[in-house]
């Protein structure tokens, strides 16, 4: 078995006999089958796996195949490959759609687990402000009554001084 290492569509192109351009257009066509790295603007491919799908569909071709057909029959004998970059270790991961579809579901359901405890969060914030509320208004009303109370008295105590002064 022949180690597995990445090289550029020209080194492919040499490997193949068929010329750079061709192979580049199969990649922008059937990339989903092909493994393929993209680094900026550079395509790189595994070989020897590369080199086995692109001169399959280099035989479909031939055979008179149209791009839709090679399409179908890639997709019938070869599983999707995704390449996960993830950034922050500066990893790559390789899985099939499957299995990215699956750690997408679950990651989905973590998220919605997640949206379910925020939002009982959220409504007990909010009942906790609605409470805060009523009672900041209850304090409120309380204060202005005392005010009112404190006025009446004043203005009572007021028209008695007036009234003993100026006594009919």
Do not use: C
Not at 63 to 75: I, P
Not at 150 to 167: D, E, M, P, S
């Amino acid at each position: 078995m022949q180690e597995e290492k990445w090289v550029t569509g020209a080194e492919i192109a040499e490997i193949t006999s068929i010329p750079a351009a061709t192979i580049s257009r199969y990649t922008r066509s059937h990339s989903l089958h092909l493994p393929v790295r993209r680094e900026g603007r550079n395509v790189y491919y595994r070989v020897p796996k590369a080199v086995e799908i692109i001169k399959e569909i280099r035989e479909l071709y031939n055979a008179g195949k149209n791009s839709d057909q090679v399409e179908q029959l890639l997709a019938d004998r070869y599983e999707t490959v995704i390449e996960v970059v993830q950034d922050s270790q500066n990893q790559n991961l390789e899985m099939t759609a499957t299995q990215a579809f699956a750690a997408m579901a679950e990651q989905v359901k973590e998220m919605k687990e997640e949206m379910k405890e925020l939002k009982a969060g959220q409504k007990k914030l909010e009942e906790h402000i609605k409470t805060r509320d009523q009672q900041l208004m209850q304090g409120l009303r309380n204060i202005q009554e005392r005010q009112q109370q404190q006025l009446q008295l004043q203005q009572q105590r007021k028209g008695a001084f007036w009234n003993r002064i100026f006594r009919k």
